[in-house]
């Protein structure tokens, strides 16, 4: 019963380097997000998307880009890092848009830009 | 400009007693909000929720108590167990037109002393 699932837990990356974060949920879920945890800051939205094969941006999306190829993978990719790029990423999915529909998060990955 | 403030970073208390985690809001067009809990090295798991219409809604151990007027809600957990040592998030959740948002709070880190 896996849920949502991050890979990588962690990274680092160097300035100007570039990466995709991967995240698979298996709860057949419409909806995913990607989110950005910043101490201070709470949960930022970064991209969502509501369904297969679209994505929309968030309150913070500058400097990352999502796919949906598959209903249930969601990948983010930085083209490149940035040190205000360092962050806990978490990945999440609902069955519909959250007012009743909960969100389901992954443990979240760990980046470092140097 | 902060729509969800949780303005206690941390708090502490005995095993037994009652919690209560306080959150606060600027925006009247939040419809839902709702409460999330994470452990260290996880994602945040969804914990309770409460519609804009109610001012109260109760699951076991967890209460949350809404005050519109105050833009005002509150988590209560009693009795407290170690279990519950963890970061707690309050979100507040808008329709705009279409575009749903779920705005979250900065977190507040509870721990239970046995």
């Known amino acids: 019963n896996a849920g949502v699932t991050q890979t990588p837990k962690f990274r680092v990356l160097k300035t100007g380097q570039s990466m995709t974060l991967l995240c698979a949920q298996d709860?057949?879920?419409?909806?995913m997000y990607w989110y950005r945890q910043d101490p201070g800051m709470g949960l930022r939205l970064i991209h969502y998307?509501?369904?297969?094969?679209?994505?929309a941006k968030g309150e913070v999306p500058d400097g990352y880009n999502v796919s949906r190829l598959k209903k249930q993978n969601f990948l983010l990719g930085l083209e490149s890092a940035a040190p205000s790029q360092t962050s806990v990423y978490f990945c999440?999915?609902?069955?519909?848009?959250?007012?009743?529909?909960?969100?389901?998060f992954g443990n979240g990955t760990r980046l470092t830009v140097t | 400009d902060q729509q969800v403030k949780q303005n206690s970073p941390s708090l502490s208390v005995q095993e037994g007693r009652i919690s209560i985690l306080n959150c606060d809001y600027t925006?009247?067009?939040?419809?839902?909000f709702l409460w999330y809990k994470k452990y260290p090295a996880e994602g945040p798991t969804f914990l309770i929720s409460?519609?804009?219409?109610?001012d109260k809604n109760e699951d076991g151990r967890f209460t949350v108590f809404l005050n519109k007027s105050a833009k005002h809600l509150s988590l209560h957990i009693v009795p407290s167990q170690p279990g519950d040592s963890a970061v707690y998030f309050c979100?507040?959740?808008?329709?705009?037109?279409?575009?749903?948002?779920?705005?979250f709070g900065t977190g507040t880190r509870l721990t239970i002393i046995p």
């Open positions: 999440a999915s609902s069955s519909g848009q959250g007012t009743y529909s909960p969100l389901h």
């Open positions: 709860m057949n879920h419409e909806y």
């Open positions: 998307s509501v369904g297969e094969g679209t994505t």
């Open positions: 925006n009247s067009m939040f419809d839902y």
């Open positions: 409460i519609s804009s219409i109610k």
């Open positions: 979100a507040a959740h808008q329709d705009n037109f279409g575009n749903e948002k779920l705005t």
